[in-house]
């Protein structure tokens, strides 16, 4: 009778039962065999979107009608050379990512080897940087070697050569100024290219046909956009390792009675 009472008082007697869970020997094998292909499925469509990317940057459409679309970049120098022969020839090739048509002006200086400007030239595609007048100008600002522009000799004298045929990328992004002077004596030649956005780009080396400037194009933009891809396919490596660390720490901890 006093069990009885007990009973109705307290409720059924309750049991408690210890199930401890011992995970399966092969759990963390499979769970690894499975994240590698994951993994790398995972790594592969990282760097497909950022070569997507880079492709539609490149090929959006364009400020101008000869540019490619790519905006807040500054131009840049492909190459400059000087030939010296019955007179001198300072060729600047110059690049800009938004399209040729998206230079302003290129300002040449020459510097005798005491600091002081003996001829400095300034060719202007356009007026204004806000103009899509087209004048092709250059202006001698100082000295008196300079020989400008002549329609009946276009290509003995100081002129502009846009690239035909050469290539996509060269010929949406790159011209060639060419300045053309009768001889005179110069230490340093300084150039300064503007585009129709403010951006700029500047050149400092010695005024003689020895020198060549190194091909900026290469030495900069090639490696930038190897080194965003193989940051992006490292950074993706990394999510992912730790998403699955994460996952397999919380599933053995789950069937050792860890709770979720």
């Known amino acids: 009778m006093l069990k009885d009472r007990e009973t109705e008082k307290h409720g059924p007697e309750r049991k408690t039962l210890n199930l401890a869970v011992t995970p399966h020997p092969s759990l963390e094998h499979r769970v690894s065999s499975h994240r590698a292909p994951l993994r790398a499925h995972l790594v592969l469509l990282s760097a497909g979107i950022l070569l997507l990317l880079i492709i539609s940057t490149m090929t ?4 101008r009608s000869a540019g490619i679309g790519v905006y807040n970049t500054p131009p840049n120098f492909i190459s400059i050379t000087i030939t010296e022969n019955d007179g001198i020839v300072v060729r600047v090739n110059v690049s800009d990512y938004n399209g040729w048509e998206d230079i302003y002006l290129v ?3 020459v510097f005798n080897n005491k600091g002081v400007i003996v001829e400095q030239v300034t060719y202007q595609q356009y007026p204004a940087n806000n103009s899509n007048t087209r004048i092709d100008r250059f202006v001698e600002n100082t000295g008196d070697y300079f020989v400008p522009p002549d329609p009946d000799d276009p290509y003995g004298t100081s002129h502009v050569r846009r690239y035909h045929g050469v290539n996509w990328f060269t010929d949406n992004t790159t011209q060639e100024v060419v300045f053309v002077f009768t001889p ?14 403010g951006y700029t780009a500047e050149h400092d080396g010695p005024f003689t046909s020895k020198y060549r400037a190194p091909p900026l194009l290469e030495n900069r933009v090639i490696p930038v956009a190897i080194s965003l ?3 992006s396919i490292g950074s993706t490596a990394a999510v992912v390792n730790r998403y699955h660390a994460n996952k397999m720490a919380r599933r053995i901890s789950q069937m050792k009675g860890g709770g979720a």
Do not use: Q
């Open 60 to 63: 959006s459409p364009p400020a």
């Open 107 to 109: 300002n040449l200086s």
């Open 184 to 197: 005179f004596a110069g230490s340093r030649l300084h150039i300064i290219v503007e585009d129709t956005k």
């Open 229 to 231: 891809l193989v940051a």
